[in-house]
Each structure stands twice: as C-alpha cells, then as structure tokens.
C-alpha cells in the first residue's frame, strides 16, 4: 500500500509561510524605523587631521573655490579648541550657525559693494547647504567657512567704534566695545543695541537695531578677545610697490595669500549720529566714510611701458588660445588646466617654482585666476566659466591694439589731473577721488547705456545738491513720463511730479497741463524728497550734454558686474561719502551729521564750491594702476575699434 498520496500535498496548509513571511515583514519594518530614529554621531576629533593639514600643513591643499580671507585668526581660533567643529552639532547645523547666516545675508542686503556676498561666502554657502553635509571633509569645509566669515562680520562691525564729528550742541555717538570673540557662557551669543523696531524690520532693513556677535564657549573651550588691529595687519600685500612694473621679478611681486587684500575693505552700514532712538536711521547703506590712501597711477607713460610688454609677448610666440572645454575651478583636472596656468604665467598673474604640466587645478592657480578676474573687472570667484575665457582669450597683439587707443585718450588729458580731482572712468563702472596723487575715495557707479552713452568731459564740480528737484529732459519726457502721467496721474502725482508753468509755478497733471508739456510751452520737474529719481544728492558739473554726478534709488544695480543702465548721467553708489569729503574744506559744518540732516524731507539746499575740484569723465578701456598692475576693461560703446572686446 503506497503512502505517498500527491493530492493530500497539494491540500498542504499556508499558514506556516504565511506566519513566516510575517516574521520577516516585521524585522525588515522594526530595523527601518529604527534607522530612522538613529542620529549619526560625529566623533568629536574625526575632522582634526583635515584641520591641521588645511590649517597648518598645507594651506595649497584647501579644497574648496573659496579663499580664507582670515588665515591668520582662524589659524589662532581652531588652535584653541583643538581643531574641533565650532557651527556643527553631529552633521547638522547649530542654530548659531544658522543665526549667524541670516545675519550674515542681512548685513549684505543693499551694500553697494559686490565683494560682501564674496567675502562672507554667502554664495558658497547657497550652494552647499541645499543638502545637509554628511562628509567629514565637507562639514570641515563649511565650518572653517563660516568661522572666516564670522571674523570678516566681526571685523567690519567694528567699525562703528568710530565717532564721527558732530555739532557742539549734538550728542556724540557712544562708543561700543564690539569685540569678535568674547568670554560667553552657552556658546556664541547674538547681542544687539535696542531698538524700538521688529526683529523683522531688523533683518530687512538693518537700519538701528543692528546685531553683533560677542564671542563663543564650545566645551568649555574659552577663546579669548582676539584684537582687531591683529586683523587689519593682514593688509594687502600687492606684488608691485608704487613704481614698479610687471617686468619686476617673481619675488616682487604679490603675496601667495595676497590677493583677498585687494578688494576695499567692507564698511558697514551707516549708523545713527544722534546714538540711539533719535529717529536719525539712515537706509542708504553707504557705511562711514573711512579715507583710502592708495596710490592712483594711471599714467601715460606706464601705458606705453605696458604696450611695449605686450608687442613682445606677442612676439614671443609662447601666447595661445586657451582651447575650448568645461569649465575650471578649484579640484578640477583637465588638460586645459596646464594650458591654462603657463598662458596666466605669460600674462604674469601665475608664479611661483611648480611644475607648470601639473594638470591638478590647485590652490595657486586659484588664486592667478582670481588676480586675473581682478584685472579685467570680472567677479574674483576664481572659475573660468564663459567670461572669463573670453577675456583670456584675448591675444596680446589684440591688447596691444587697445593699449595704443588708451595712450591716446591719456594723452589728451593734461599731464597732471591736478592736486584735487575726481575721475569717472566709464568702462570700469567706478570713481575715484583723488588728492596729492592718492585715492581717497573710490566707489561704483552706473553709466549710460549703449544708446545713451556717458560723453567724456573735463569740467569741475559747481555745486552740491541735496535733496534735488529733477527737471525731465525732453527726450524722457515725451517718451517715458508723459505715457505714465497721461495713464496714472495720480500715482505720478505721488511720486513728486508736476507741471511747470513759465513763473516756475508748480501745476497739477491735468489733461490740459499735460498738453502744454507734451507741445512744449511747460516743462515736467520732480519735487526733491526720498521718490525723487536723482536721490538724495547731485553734484552739478557744467557740460553741454546736460550731464551730472547724482544719487540713486535703485541700489541693487551697484552690485552688479556690467552697470551701464543711465540715461547718460553717472549714478554713485556713495554720494554722501563724496559730498564729505568735497565739502570738508569748505566754509561751514559740513560734518557726516549735517549731511545726513539735509538729506532727510524734502527741503533742496544748493552749496557753491568754493574749491576748485576737477572731474574727468573718462573712457579707459585699458589703464596701470598705482601698483603697476594693467587693467583691461569691455568696451561697452564700441570706441576702440576692435570688436573682440566688445562682448555684445
């Protein structure tokens, strides 16, 4: 009798499979929730040997595009708290560090200057933190980063330890002790003066409730109160001293780490002259007027030492293009990157004894990459992306060619510019104002653009302006004002618009007013006040083309890299720095404070210069520096002939 019987088999019970398909379902659920509940822990020394190696060892290894500006105190800091991460807890950041980026991001909104988001690393930040880090090397990284951008932050709210000068009969302002690191309990502490204003309308406008950071405590790592004249001794230490030329040795001419230093100096946002609660809270963002004291240069000769240089390099025959391919930053290799590093030796911004076949884009190529960014104008993030290889690519003979139109324009002007003057270059989208030969003030501007372009003139400065009416010139009348005041009256209206009649009397924008003007018989002016499109301050410098210096509403343009926007006049980014320093030799209170009096309402103040202050607006696409270095810049209107800089 058979006891295999196949059907009773197959009438098998699941239960058995399924109770252990069960099992397993639930271990595979209990593990994954767990691993969802797990923190990962960081050891607490596991970033150290990267630390000292970036720190210490070998500062060229430093892996990310950004510099540390600050190697010296950040070098100090990370030595006392024994190469630990400062803004992290485990992979995930502090929220001191995140309040410290939101202060950071505050303080550059609306600084005129573009080297704030660059040297607070705000736009490495943007990058990286979309994802939280969970490298060592990167958390290293970001911690080292924001560390040199809290001592930057640190550095420059010092600054309003300065006391500016006041009426006798006006409270000076009270001195701040802001130290960047300070003895704290519980870790960095945010400190602010008090304001009367929302913490919101703090971060917006950041006007009188200004936020400092005092100082840290990390594991009972106490930091001490580092100096800050241990920090500005890191000062610019530029490859060429006044007078000396790029035909000067290697040895002469930059620091390896010299290159952060050649950027102005942040200054921070004007603060109320009358201390706090006076109701005197500036918005411009201007900051304090701090007098530079760098050489201008800028002469003829330097030029044609230059063109000289460049006809032999185009002779030598070692210039090539750099070939097309991706775009290079720090880490990258390629073998465009070789290419790259022996055409910056030729232009003199790469040096030094390496080999000059390495094909690892390291942290000395970076930085020639940088000074070449700085001498063409472009923003100094040291990536060769599309602008930056067009103007590598620029042969020298093409150079050359510009060189000789620059020595002509040089030539036209008198050999002295004069002990006092103030000189507009178009091109380079900057002032600078100039005594004894020195640059004492220098600062963005925004010209005209193609169709209307800014003439070069040589005329002087007749009078400061505040709070200046704007009377609408012709052209701009019929075109832009008319159509908007014919469709808003009354938006215009709000705006400070009126028509003038022949007596000067000020009209409402009626149907029939409106007419006069469009025929002619009435013009269109702008009361002066906070709306007004001039700003706050003019200076008149009498031309033929109606053009002059004014303030601005729209500040956002000064941070950009190409700022030709204007109908043809010059837009500042520090107007009231300028009328300072124009006005401090004339009759009168003219001190920061009386500025900012007349720069409030809507009342227009006229001051005739006594002074005689030349101005030069000029067109120089190609021009030596006080330091010897060649700048070359666009040539925004087409006036050198040469389409290949043109970039349009």
Not at 525 to 541: A, C, P, S, T
Request: glycine share 8%; aromatic share 10%; net charge positive.
């Amino acid at each position: 009798m058979s006891y295999f019987i196949p059907e009773r088999r197959k009438r098998k019970s699941p239960l058995p499979l399924i109770f252990l398909g069960s099992l397993c379902v639930f271990a595979l659920y209990y593990a994954f929730t767990a691993n969802q509940k797990t923190v990962p822990v960081l050891p607490e020394n596991a970033v150290r040997p990267h630390l000292v190696n970036w720190l210490e060892d070998n500062p060229d290894a430093w892996p990310a595009q950004d510099p540390i500006f600050n190697p010296v105190a950040v070098r100090r800091i990370y030595r006392r708290t024994d190469y630990r991460l400062l803004w992290f807890d485990n992979y995930s950041l502090s929220d001191t560090a995140n309040d410290l980026l939101k202060q950071l991001t505050a303080s550059s909104s609306g600084n005129p200057s573009s080297m704030v988001d660059y040297r607070y690393h705000l736009g490495y930040f943007d990058r990286t933190l979309r994802d939280t880090p969970q490298r060592l090397q990167m958390a290293a990284v970001l911690d080292v980063l924001l560390t040199d951008a809290f001592i930057s932050y640190a550095q420059d709210t010092q600054l309003d330890k300065l006391n500016p000068s006041a009426p006798k009969h006006q409270p000076r302002l009270r001195r701040k002790d802001i130290t960047p690191v300070n003895l704290t309990e519980g870790g960095f502490q945010m400190a602010s003066t008090r304001s009367h204003v929302s913490e919101a309308r703090t971060y917006a406008a950041n006007d009188s409730g200004r936020q400092y950071f005092r100082g840290y405590n990390r594991d009972n790592q106490r930091v001490q109160a580092v100096d800050r004249s241990r920090y500005y001794t890191q000062r610019r230490n530029n490859a060429y001293s006044s007078g000396q030329r790029y035909g000067t040795s290697h040895s002469a001419r930059y620091s390896t780490r010299s290159y952060p230093q050649t950027y102005p100096r942040v200054m921070p946002r004007f603060r109320s002259l009358q201390g706090e609660g006076s109701g005197l809270a500036p918005s411009h963002g201007e900051g304090m007027f701090i007098e530079e004291n760098t050489p201008y240069g800028g002469d003829a000769q330097a030029l044609r030492e230059q063109l000289a240089r460049y006809r032999d390099m185009a002779a030598s025959g070692r210039w090539r293009p750099l070939p097309a391919g991706p775009a290079m930053t720090l880490g990258a290799k390629h073998n465009n990157v070789v290419h790259l590093r022996n055409m910056l030796a030729v232009y003199g911004d790469y040096y030094g004894y390496g080999d000059l076949n390495n094909k690892k884009f390291d942290q000395r190529l970076h930085e020639a990459v940088v000074r070449f960014q700085v001498r063409h104008g472009l923003k100094p993030d040291g990536i060769v992306g599309k602008q930056t290889r067009e103007r590598l690519n620029i042969s020298p003979t093409a150079r050359a060619h510009i060189i000789e139109a620059n020595i002509r324009r040089r030539e036209k002007l008198p050999a002295s510019l004069g002990d006092r003057f103030i000189q507009v270059n178009i091109p380079g989208y900057s002032l600078e104002y100039v005594e004894q030969d020195r640059i004492k003030l220098s600062m963005n501007v925004v010209v005209g653009k193609k169709v209307h372009q800014t003439p070069e003139i040589s005329t002087r400065v007749a009078r400061v302006v505040f709070n200046p009416t704007w009377t609408v010139p012709r052209s701009i009348l019929v075109n832009e004002i008319l159509p908007k005041a014919r469709a808003n009256p009354h938006g215009m209206e709000n705006m400070g618009y009126r028509v003038v009649n022949g007596s000067g009397d000020y009209l409402p924008l009626t149907s029939q007013n409106l007419g006069r003007a469009a025929a002619g018989g009435f013009l269109m002016r702008q009361k002066g006040g906070e709306k007004n499109i001039l700003g706050r301050v003019k200076f008149e410098i009498p031309n033929s083309d109606d053009i002059y210096l004014h303030d601005t509403r729209a500040k956002s343009l000064f941070g950009l890299t190409d700022r030709d926007y204007s109908h043809g006049c010059v837009r500042l980014a520090k107007p009231r720095q300028l009328a300072e320093v124009l006005l401090r030799d004339e009759p009168g209170d003219w001190s920061r404070y009386r500025i900012e009096q007349l720069t409030t309402g809507d009342e227009t103040t006229e001051v005739r210069m006594s002074q005689n202050v030349k101005v030069y607006l000029t067109y120089w696409t190609a021009w030596v520096d006080g330091q010897g270095r060649m700048h070359f810049r666009p040539d925004i209107y087409g006036k050198d002939g040469l389409a290949v800089n043109q970039f349009n």
